[in-house]
Structure formats: C-alpha cells, structure tokens
C-alpha cells in the first residue's frame, strides 16, 4: 500500500463526510417517493447512498415497477421538484453543521500545505460548501454534470486528483459509501471509509466517525 509519505493531497465525499446532508437528501426522496406512489423503506433508502440524482430517481421507480410509467421530460421535471424541495432544507446550514472533527481536520490539511478537492454527486456542492464557510479550503470540486458516469465508476475520483494536479496514488479519497469506496478503488487512489466496516469493508482504511480522521491517525494506519 502506499505510504503515508507519498501523500499529497485528499478527494473529500461531502455528504456523509463534511457535512450529513443525507438527511435531508432522505426527506425529499422519501417525499418524492410518496408523490408517485413507491412504497418507502430502509432498503431503499440505503441503496440510494452515493448515487447521482437521476440514478436515485431510476432506482426509486424500479422499486415500485414504475420505471417506464414517465417520459424523459417527466423524470427530469422529478428530479427538480425533488432538488427544490432539498435546497429549502439546506439552505439553513451553517459550519455548525460540519461534521465532528472535519473542521479541523480540513484546517489541518491546510496548514501543512496539502491539496483537498470534494468528489461529490451532488450538484448542490458548492452552494453546501458556501454555507459551511469551507469554499475556499479547497482547490477545486468536481462538477458532476460533466461526468459520464457515477459512482461507483471511478471517473469521478480521477478528476478530483486532476483538480489537485496529483497522481491518483498520492490522493487518499474519503467516503462513507461502498459505492463511493469501489469509486476512489478503481481510481487506482488510497479509500479510506467512514462508517460501518462491513459495508466499507473495501476500504484500505477504516474509520467508525469523522472524529477519528487526523492526519496522525492516517500516519499510524498506512506506516
């Protein structure tokens, strides 16, 4: 594996990660769910984690055999309505909000010169990064309407280390889904998971919360 050494720079997941803006990603899917008639359960909320916004439209559909019931426009009209209803949820988030630890641990970061870019599904990114007063922590985020696909293809996390002008191996990436782990795996960088570890299970490295991620405490498990 690589060593502690040999990084330079970190690809940030943001919801989840920073910030736990899957609650409210949850309210709006569940409302949407409702809105067409899709029973809603854990299962489905679970496997929506990490999945861009018309994949997770796709996929609560096919959960109540309506996937073709809708033209592309009225998937498109949805996927809106769902994304209208989630900004008026987050629109009141403040660095309160950031999750245990990663507020200091992206000023940590900072401090001691290395690179941080957010490799999120979320479109919202930048509006959510405003909102927690982190914008400028980072060098760059991944627009995800530009990609081809997402997660767990890897494409999204190869951008984010050519946002920091790394090698994907100098980049550890940081998610708290197993479809964002498969992601930062396949994009040949070091996946450090959040979360249960029997869902990361793929994950190089393995932290229970965000409170646990110090740059000391990659060190001890990398070297």
Request: glycine share 8%; hydrophobic share 45%; no cysteine.
């Amino acid at each position: 594996m690589t060593k502690f050494s040999e990084i330079k720079g970190f690809a940030f997941d943001l919801d989840g990660v920073i910030t736990d803006t899957a609650k409210f990603h949850t309210q709006a899917w569940h409302a949407l769910a409702d809105q067409v008639n899709v029973i809603w359960t854990p299962e489905l909320q679970e496997s929506l984690k990490g999945i861009d916004r018309m994949g997770s439209l796709e996929m609560i559909l096919k959960a109540g055999n309506k996937q073709d019931d809708y033209t592309h426009d009225e998937k498109v009209a949805l996927a809106s309505w769902k994304n209208n209803h989630y900004v008026e949820l987050i629109s009141g988030l403040t660095p309160d909000d950031i999750l245990p630890g990663m507020a200091d641990f992206i000023k940590e970061l900072n401090d001691k010169g290395y690179r941080a870019s957010v490799a999120s599904a979320s479109k919202n990114a930048p509006f959510i990064l405003d909102k927690l007063g982190l914008t400028d922590s980072f060098v760059g985020i991944v627009d995800p309407a530009t990609l081809h696909a997402g997660k767990p293809d890897p494409e999204i996390f190869v951008r984010a280390a050519e946002i920091l002008n790394l090698l994907p191996e100098q980049v550890i990436g940081l998610e708290d889904s197993a479809a964002g782990i498969a992601s930062i795996n396949g994009a040949g960088e070091v996946s450090l998971g959040i979360g249960d570890t029997t869902v990361l299970a793929a994950a190089n490295l393995n932290f229970a919360s965000t409170a646990e991620v110090t740059l000391a405490n990659i060190a001890a498990k990398l070297d």
